[in-house]
């Protein structure tokens, strides 16, 4: 292969970062499913091997696509009420997981602990606010996981446009009968569906950080 004939992301030095940035740029694009070592060395106009003078295999290969994309985690002022603050905290997650979909997937297939900086500092400003709330390291744990599985689920539906019924994005609710096949055996059914209809997914996410939220704030109340 001539220099000329070099794709435009491999002309310059090979470096660990441009080989992830490739991958990260494939995954974004096509989906995880996409990234394999051929086709990142593909894409920088190399040969597979010599991606393995940067990345030790595969697995090193996502675990620098998770550093990065986590890199680019904005974290938020700080906020003297700790309520403010992991609202800010859930918006940003949002914003991330909505800018790489398929990270999503990634975390959850992911085999190995996430220890780097980058992911820690991200769990900080979530975990901090909840400290600061009063609950207990067993209970911010909870909280965690709870609210990343409220994110994670509500990205990816968004992500896949899930939300909404057959005119998904139109944000005028449908007639019930045209809708649902019983109205009188489905009322309840026939009277939320075509709302079920409205894609607003801002709101929606609002909607359900307020819940959250609420419930936090229901339990540290409880303790008085």
């Keep these: 292969m001539t220099q000329a004939e070099l794709s435009p992301k491999i002309r310059g030095k090979l470096t660990r970062e441009r080989v ?21 060395a593909r894409d920088l106009g190399v040969e597979a091997m010599s991606l393995y003078n940067h990345v030790h295999d ?10 990065r994309v986590m890199e680019g985690f904005r974290r938020p002022e700080p906020r003297e009420e700790w309520l403010e603050a992991a609202r800010d905290a859930g918006r940003e997650w949002r914003r991330l997981l909505k800018a790489h ?10 085999s190995k602990p996430m220890t780097t900086t980058a992911t820690l500092e991200c769990m900080e400003c979530a975990l901090s606010p909840m400290i600061r709330a009063g609950l207990t390291p067993r209970e911010a744990a909870d909280a965690f996981q709870t609210f990343g599985g409220y ?3 509500f990205v990816l539906m968004e992500t896949r446009g899930t939300f909404g019924g057959p005119e998904s994005g139109d944000s005028t609710p449908g007639s019930p009968s045209a809708l649902v096949p019983d109205v009188g055996r489905l009322p309840n059914v026939a009277a939320v569906f075509p709302e079920m209809c409205v894609t607003e997914p801002d709101a929606q996410f609002e909607f359900g950080l307020d819940l959250l939220l609420a419930g936090l704030q229901a339990k540290v109340a409880g303790r008085g």
Excluded: C, N, W, Y
Aim: hydrophobic content about 55%; proline content about 2%; glycine content about 10%.
């Design 20 to 40: 992830i940035d490739a991958a990260l740029e494939l995954m974004d694009a096509q989906g995880l499913g996409a990234v394999t070592m051929r086709a990142v």
């Design 58 to 67: 595969k697995e090193d290969l996502m675990d620098g696509v998770i550093e």
């Design 101 to 110: 979909p398929s990270m999503i997937q990634l975390l959850a297939e992911h």
């Design 151 to 153: 994110i994670f689920g």
